[in-house]
């Protein structure tokens, strides 16, 4: 394989903690130390741009616990296969949890969760406005994974609801988040796309508990073009930092293709962001005020004050579901992506437009709570998502579509940003999951692709390793 790694030099004074300054702490790069393979021939087959086992917004499909790595996918015969294995491993133990992917959807993508207050690995998957299917395993299996054997028997049964939990028969959309207690929550979509709600769900180690509804699909909006009176809220992440504050970077989809200028765009608009404090039971805007509340009667909207910190029309091919991080010092990160002003007020292919003049951008609050956004100056040449992560020191990095790496030091104020791998020897096929977690752990960022192929044509999904700064 071919590769090209770019190790920048060391910047001055960057910030370690808050009010701690270090001199010279390194700039981003990335060394690439190797590839394992989970699966010679999984399943293929492209469907809303994307594979089942590759669309960026899984979460996760790849994690990192106690010393351990676990991915989720469905095999050429459509089984659905979680493995493990050591970290610096490579060789993964594999395990068919009884369920078989039902449609050629690449939404309905298998997402894990671990419960850290009983040690249980849930996984959700198979669901597109539709039912879902959740496993969860006994519990210490994620405490003890050196002790305890890698087989079938270690999960329960395939089900339709969580431990008899019904949440929605319209379900999409699923993303577990560890609380700072040691709780599990399930976030996830309510209803159908341009006409949707988010809502959440949590795990205290006996039950599943709804906590309900937290966005609004009414009111209405207006664009220079026209209006629209349904919508979705899309999700870039829901993360809490170490702090305990949980954090959500959004964009609205529109029903009504009415307010974009032409048919062929996408109705997404603005990138928002909102926070909450506890729990996910209140959001807060930008400002702090409380714009909503879980399962209570005012929740997110539309017409909320506060929610925008990126202005943008429905022209522009804005994607919906990007990435997000936070910082060190609990500050949020976020990578968004539409087609420029320069090359045009109005795109008529949103899939045509984006590959051809398409590009990422890096949008942070800094430490003053002013909110600024940076150009990657790479090409997406893709219609696809791109993927935000932040080393120890903060430099922040973007994988970008067919596992391409860019990188910026927090010390230039992420003005920086340039090409540290190409993804050449890869042949992925476009969008990438990440490992969120791994890389507080032992400082290795881990990829997992596809390798791209034709039709329905099985193929390789691998897992790549890059070593950080350290």
């Keep these: 394989m071919r590769r090209r790694t770019v190790l920048t030099t060391a910047l001055l004074a960057a910030v370690a903690t808050p009010g701690t300054a270090r001199a010279a702490d390194p ?56 493995g493990r294995r050591a970290l610096g491993a490579s060789t993964w133990s594999t395990v068919k949890v009884g369920h078989t992917l039902r449609y050629n959807d690449s939404h309905n993508v ?78 996830y979509r309510v209803a159908v796309s341009g006409n949707g709600r988010n809502a959440l769900a949590e795990y205290d180690g006996t039950k599943w508990t709804a906590l309900g509804e937290w966005t609004s699909s009414t009111g209405t909006y207006t664009s220079e073009r026209g209006s ?16 305990g504050r949980l954090h959500s970077f959004f964009t609205w989809r529109e029903q009504n293709n009415a307010v974009m200028c032409n048919g062929g765009g ?40 506060g929610l925008v910190v990126d202005p943008l ?55 003053s709570g002013t909110w600024q956004k940076t150009e990657i100056p790479v090409p997406l040449s893709s219609s696809q998502r791109t993927k935000l992560v932040l080393d120890k020191y903060d ?6 579509p067919f596992g391409r790496i860019a990188g910026a030091s927090r010390a230039s104020g992420y003005t920086d940003w340039t090409l540290l791998y190409d993804g050449a020897g890869l042949n992925a096929f476009g969008e990438v999951v990440i490992d969120e977690t791994r890389i507080a752990q032992d400082d290795v960022l881990s990829v997992m692709y596809q390798v791209k192929s034709s039709g329905t044509t099985p193929s390789a999904l691998r897992v790549v390793d890059f070593r950080l700064p350290v």
Excluded at 42 to 53: C, E, K, Q, R, T
Excluded at 116 to 132: E, P, T, V
Excluded at 287 to 292: D, E, I, P
Aim: proline share 3%; with cysteine.
């Design 395 to 400: 430099n922040a990095y973007a994988i970008l």
């Design 228 to 243: 629209s009176t349904a919508r979705n809220m899309y999700l870039h992440g829901i993360d809490y930092d170490r702090d």
């Design 27 to 82: 700039g981003p790069s990335v060394t690439l130390t190797g590839t394992t393979t989970l699966d010679t021939q999984a399943i293929f087959f492209v469907s809303y741009d994307g594979l089942v086992n590759n669309n960026s917004f899984q979460k996760n499909g790849l994690l990192t616990y106690k010393g351990y790595q676990y991915a989720v996918w469905y095999t050429a015969d459509r089984n659905a296969v979680v």
């Design 110 to 187: 298998i997402s894990m969760g671990v419960s850290r207050i009983d040690g249980r690995l849930h996984l959700n998957m198979d669901s597109h406005s539709d039912g879902f299917t959740y496993v969860k395993s006994v519990a210490g299996l994620m405490d003890n994974p050196a002790g305890l054997s890698w087989t079938a028997d270690r999960f329960g049964a395939p089900q339709s609801t969580l431990d008899g939990l019904t949440l929605t028969s319209q379900f999409t959309y699923p993303q577990f988040i560890a609380t700072p207690e040691g709780r599990l929550q399930l976030s």
């Design 313 to 367: 029309n429905p022209d522009h091919s804005l994607m919906n579901q990007e990435s997000q991080f936070t910082d060190s010092a609990g500050l949020p990160h976020a990578i968004i992506s539409y087609v420029p002003g320069r090359f045009g007020q109005c795109t008529t292919n949103y899939v045509a437009d984006r590959t051809a003049n398409g590009r990422a951008f890096h949008v942070r609050k800094n430490a």
């Design 266 to 305: 996408i109705t997404n608009h603005d990138t928002g962001y909102v926070y909450s404090d506890d729990r996910g039971r209140t959001w807060r805007n930008n400002a702090g005020t409380v714009v909503g509340t879980t399962g209570g009667s005012d929740k997110v909207a539309v017409t909320d004050a």
